[in-house]
C-alpha cells in the first residue's frame, strides 16, 4: 500500500494576524510594572480599560475603544484603591461596569459614564472587603448578573452577590476553601455551574461554581500548571505550565478525569507564563507568554489528537499582557473571527491584533459567524443562588461594522431569527454597499486633492523661477 499523508481540512488553516497601524493604537499609556501574571487590561465594544503606573494607591485608565492615536498624559484615571490595582474585569452584561481588584485587600466595582471618564472617579458603586490579604484575581459569572468571584493570597475564593443595597459589602455568599496557596487562574463551564482552578501548588482543581464542592483534582507530576481553561462544551480542560525540566508545555484534559492529561505539549524552554485564549464558536485556540512577541494557534477537536497547529503570528514587540475584545464588538465586514489588545511596555502602546480568515467576498460570510452568547443575563443573581443553572440565550453576531450595533438588541435572538433574519439581511446588503460607495468617493476625492496640491506646488515653483 502506498503511503500518502494526512491532509486536514479546515477554514481556519489560513487565519491570519493583523497588527493596527499606528494611527489604530493607544500610544503613550504608562502601562503598570506589576509582575503579577495577569493581563492587566480589559476591553468590550465600547471602553478598553488598562492599569497603569501611578504614585500612591492604585489606578487604571478608562479610554474609548474609537479614540486612538495619543493619550493625553493627564487623562482622568479611576483612582480610588490605596494599593496597586492587580486585576480588572467588565462586566459581561453592563458596558458601563467594571470590578477592580488590588493590594489594598479590597475589590471594588464602578460605574463609568455613557460617554467616557472626564474627570477622576475616587467613590466606587460598591466596596467588598473579606479578603485578608491583597487580591490578585476577579472573575464575572457567565451567565448569573452581579455575581462576582474573587481570590487572594489568603487562599480563599469569595462569591460576591452585587444586588445587596448596601454600598460596603463586608460578608460574601460564600467562602471556597479547598486550596493550600496561591489560586493563578479560574475558568467557568458555559452555563457557569462549574469551576476549574489552577493553584501555586500546581495542581488543577474542578468544583461546583455554587456550592464550592470539590469534584475532580489532579495528581500529575509531569505538569505543573499555571493557567487553566474550560473548552466551552468539549468537556476537556486545557492547562499551560511547565514541564519537569522547566519546559514551557501545554496539557489536554479530560473533565471527568484528571488523574493524567489526555495529551501534553512541550512548547519552547522560554521563562514567561502562557496565557491561553479559547474561542467556542470556532474552536481555535491562541497562546501567547508573556514576553514573547508571538501568538501561536490551534484547532481543537473531541477526537485525537484534539490538538491541531495552524500557523503563528510573529511579532518584534514584546507583550506584557492581551485583552480579548467580546464577539460582538468584532468588525465581520472584514472576516475577523477574534482580536487582541496587546500591551507593549517598552514602547507605552496598546496595539489591537485582529485575527482575520482570508476570503475573496466582502459579503457576510454565515460559516464564520454561528451563533454566539449575548450579552443578556440567563439569571438573575437570586435565581443563580437559588439552585438555577442556565446558560445565556444564543444571538446572532453581528453582521455590520461596530458602529452599528442592531445585531446587539435583545429582540434579536435565536427565537427570532427565522422570521427577522431575511429582512436584517437585505437591510445589511444595502448599508454594505452604501458604505463601499461613500469609500470609492472619499479614495477619488483624495486623488484629487492630491493632484491639487501638486499644481499648487508646481505654479509656486515656476512663479519663483520667473521672480529670480
Known amino acids: 500500500m502506498t503511503w500518502r499523508p494526512q491532509y486536514r481540512s479546515s477554514k481556519f488553516r489560513h487565519v491570519f494576524g493583523k497588527a493596527a497601524t499606528k494611527e489604530n493604537c493607544f500610544d503613550g499609556v504608562p502601562i503598570t510594572r506589576s509582575v503579577q501574571d495577569n493581563s492587566f487590561c480589559a476591553i468590550n465594544p465600547r471602553f478598553l480599560a488598562v492599569i497603569t503606573e501611578c504614585a500612591g494607591g492604585g489606578a487604571f485608565l478608562v479610554l474609548s475603544v474609537h479614540h486612538t492615536g495619543k493619550v493625553d498624559p493627564q487623562q482622568p484615571r479611576v ?129 461546583e461554581s455554587r456550592s464550592g464542592t470539590l469534584l475532580r483534582e489532579s495528581s500529575c507530576k509531569t505538569h505543573r500548571a499555571s493557567k487553566v481553561l474550560i473548552l466551552g462544551n468539549t468537556k476537556m480542560l486545557l492547562t499551560s505550565g511547565t514541564s519537569r525540566y522547566n519546559d514551557r508545555q501545554i496539557a489536554l484534559w479530560d473533565q471527568d478525569d484528571l488523574s493524567a492529561p489526555l495529551l501534553e505539549d512541550n512548547l519552547d524552554g522560554s521563562s514567561g507564563v502562557i496565557f491561553p485564549f479559547y474561542d467556542p464558536d470556532t474552536h481555535m485556540l491562541y497562546l501567547a507568554g508573556k514576553g514573547d512577541g508571538n501568538i501561536r494557534y490551534y484547532e481543537i477537536s473531541t477526537e485525537k489528537p484534539y490538538i491541531h497547529f495552524l500557523t503563528e503570528y510573529r511579532s518584534q514587540l514584546p507583550q506584557k499582557g492581551l485583552g480579548v475584545m467580546p464577539k460582538r464588538g468584532l468588525d465581520v465586514s472584514s472576516c475577523e473571527i477574534f482580536r487582541f489588545y496587546k500591551l507593549v511596555t517598552i514602547k507605552s502602546l496598546i496595539e489591537p491584533l485582529s485575527m482575520i480568515v482570508p476570503r475573496r467576498s466582502e459579503s457576510y460570510q454565515e460559516d464564520l459567524y454561528p451563533m454566539t452568547a449575548g450579552n443578556r443575563p440567563a439569571l438573575t443573581a437570586e435565581e443563580w443562588l437559588g439552585g438555577m443553572d442556565k446558560a445565556c440565550s444564543l444571538k446572532v453576531r453581528q453582521t455590520c461594522s461596530p458602529s452599528l450595533q442592531w445585531a446587539q438588541e435583545p429582540w434579536f435572538n435565536s427565537l427570532s431569527r427565522a422570521c427577522v433574519c431575511p429582512q436584517l439581511r437585505l437591510k445589511f446588503h444595502k448599508q454594505q454597499e452604501e458604505i463601499r460607495r461613500l469609500r470609492e468617493l472619499l479614495n477619488q476625492r483624495d486623488v484629487r486633492i492630491k493632484q491639487l496640491e501638486l499644481e499648487i506646488k508646481n505654479i509656486k515653483n515656476s512663479q519663483s523661477q520667473s521672480s529670480l
Open 79 to 207: 483612582s480610588g484603591h490605596r494599593g496597586n490595582v492587580l486585576d480588572i474585569k467588565w462586566n459581561p452584561f453592563n458596558d458601563c461596569c467594571i470590578a477592580s481588584c488590588s493590594e489594598d485587600a479590597t475589590v471594588k466595582v464602578w460605574e463609568i459614564p455613557p460617554h467616557g471618564v472626564y474627570k477622576n472617579i475616587t467613590v466606587p458603586w460598591k466596596e467588598l472587603q473579606g479578603h485578608s490579604r491583597r487580591v490578585g484575581l476577579i472573575e464575572w459569572h457567565p451567565t448569573a448578573n452581579n455575581i462576582l468571584f474573587s481570590t487572594a493570597y489568603d487562599y480563599q475564593i469569595m462569591i460576591w452577590n452585587l444586588d445587596c443595597p448596601e454600598p460596603v459589602i463586608k460578608n460574601p455568599v460564600r467562602t471556597i476553601s479547598h486550596h493550600p496557596d496561591v489560586v493563578l487562574s479560574m475558568s467557568f463551564n458555559t452555563d457557569g455551574s462549574l469551576l476549574a482552578t489552577a493553584c501555586k501548588d500546581r495542581k488543577v482543581r474542578l468544583m
